[in-house]
């Protein structure tokens, strides 16, 4: 049922479209092609302006309808006021996305984008390609019927640019972000009874259509390894679990890679330390972290970078039945440590914690950074407009600090110390899997931690991943978020 979004993009008068969107600045003047086709009309713009309430702004946008002496059905005049060259790319991409909502529910399918001015710079149009598609993405496989019949199954879109090579190469290299994050999006939005650990791990495997190198551990090779934390969570579901391994051999071959590791609790019941019944169905999107690395892969196999990087995922179902895990159990880790297992809803540590220590044992990695839908509190201390950072690096805190506020997906970062350590210790075992009632975010990362050795690393807690207001960028239950961010940050630094 969903619609599908084509564009193409071509030099100004090339287009062809019932519909046509043209733009206009601070001052209602039109220039280029924008005001030849203004011209056109015979209309008095500051007329109209007035009687619309229409001022230009960024984002506002005034349509018209059959516009006189005009070959097109519609008419959008797209305010830039407040977009500058050198404005932030992701005010592009909310342009976009904004346009899109002005489109996609209107008769027509063909649509001639008019991007006149030096603001519309070859980046910045492909950032308003990445809103378009970002903006128009919408989960409805499972819906029979739509609300508007009428929206066209398709929608294609021609943006006319100055700069034809060069928009066309900036939107080829920003693709492969968009399609990483609707790759992410698709995967966290599935139900959990369709989208299990096997049917994940496949997910994962198409990725060597791209030249992806895919390795999958199944339960048998965890237990070989010793992965007692990670099988653990496990045993309570009939799923079976999966260690998913994503390789990218683009730089040389005794180049230490860089790393990234995914919580993919594919649905979390809480296992005995069940969860309350309001809201549990969010819980089919505890596996975020795992969709945004393997979203982040995705966008890896088809940009091509010339380095190595590593993909590792951890997924299992926390599920409660005669043979799950007791509050009280206490499990060895692949590391040799032992941990106390106090709640079996806090089960995501215990999945990264073998999976950050095979990584980092197998691959001796640059750095590793894991997202993970890990905690409440840190929902409790940032809300949803920022993913929780934890580090021991700060060089590398500072990478994923600067790129998420270049690409608006932004991260806080939390203290951490010897004194929250202490509040993992355990008087049975080496540690215990919850810490107390305070400071929770920063103890479930403290308890990560002691599985990173002195490999650099970063945590991300992902309050972001999933049910967070619309954007103007995302209508979506599932974001995406942390593909963009890391992807910046490799290209940043790494590259």
């Not at 092609?33 to 203004?38: D, R, T």
């Not at 830039?80 to 592009?92: A, I, N, R, V």
């Not at 009428?150 to 928009?167: I, S």
């Not at 950050?356 to 990695?365: Q, S, V």
């Amino acid at each position: 049922m969903g619609q599908t979004l084509t564009i193409a993009i071509a030099e100004h008068g090339k287009g062809a479209g019932e519909n046509i969107v043209i733009t206009v600045d601070a001052d209602l003047k039109f220039s280029g092609e924008s005001k030849a086709i203004w011209d056109q009309t015979g209309l008095d713009i500051e007329k109209l302006a007035r009687a619309a309430k229409f001022k230009g702004k960024k984002g506002s946008f005034l349509p018209i309808l059959a516009p006189q002496n005009l070959d097109a059905d519609l008419l959008v005049i797209a305010g830039t006021d407040g977009l500058l060259k050198d404005s932030p790319k992701y005010e592009f991409a909310g342009f976009g996305g904004k346009l899109i909502d002005q489109l996609s529910t209107r008769p027509g399918a063909n649509t001639r984008v008019i991007l006149d001015g030096d603001i519309f710079e070859a980046e910045n149009v492909a950032e308003i390609a990445a809103g378009l598609q970002l903006s128009n993405y919408r989960f409805d496989k499972y819906k029979t019927k739509t609300k508007d019949e009428e929206r066209p199954a398709e929608l294609k879109l021609t943006l006319e640019v100055n700069d034809v090579a060069g928009a066309k190469a900036a939107h080829k290299t920003r693709d492969c972000v968009t399609q990483g994050t609707l790759f992410a999006r698709d995967l966290v939005n599935e139900p959990a009874n369709t989208l299990g650990t096997l049917e994940f791990a496949d997910a994962v495997k198409s990725l060597e259509a791209d030249g992806m190198e895919v390795e999958l551990l199944d339960e048998p090779k965890m237990k070989e390894l010793g992965m007692g934390a990670l099988l653990g969570v496990a045993q309570g579901s009939v799923r079976p679990p999966r260690l998913a391994i994503m390789k990218w051999n683009g730089g040389a071959k005794d180049e230490a890679p860089v790393a990234f590791v995914g919580k993919g609790v594919v649905f979390d019941s809480g296992g005995l330390s069940i969860k309350p019944a309001g809201g549990m169905e969010d819980m089919k999107g505890d596996m975020g972290g795992a969709g945004a690395v393997a979203g982040l892969m995705k966008t890896v196999s088809l940009r091509k970078p010339k380095i190595n990087v590593i993909g590792v995922i951890g997924l299992v179902e926390n599920m409660l039945d005669a043979n799950a895990q007791r509050p009280g159990d206490i499990v060895t880790s692949m590391s040799g440590q032992t941990i106390e297992v106090l709640n079996t809803d806090a089960e995501g540590r215990l999945v990264l914690a073998d999976a950050l220590w095979y990584t980092k044992e197998t691959f001796k990695p640059k750095f590793m950074v894991n997202l993970a839908t890990l905690t409440g509190a840190n929902m409790v201390a940032l809300g949803n407009e920022h993913a929780g950072l934890f580090s021991n690096s700060d060089e590398l805190a500072e990478h994923i600090t600067a790129a998420g506020l270049e690409t608006d997906e932004k991260v806080w970062r939390f203290p951490m110390g010897p004194a929250y350590d202490k509040l993992i210790d355990s008087k049975n075992a080496d540690m215990k899997n919850i810490g107390g009632r305070w400071a929770g975010a920063i103890t479930a990362a403290q308890f990560l931690k002691r599985f990173v050795g002195e490999t650099d690393w970063a945590h991300l807690d992902l309050s972001t991943a999933m049910n967070v207001p619309a954007t103007a960028v995302n209508k979506s239950w599932a974001t995406g978020f942390g593909v963009y961010l890391l992807d910046q940050m490799m290209r940043n630094h790494y590259e």
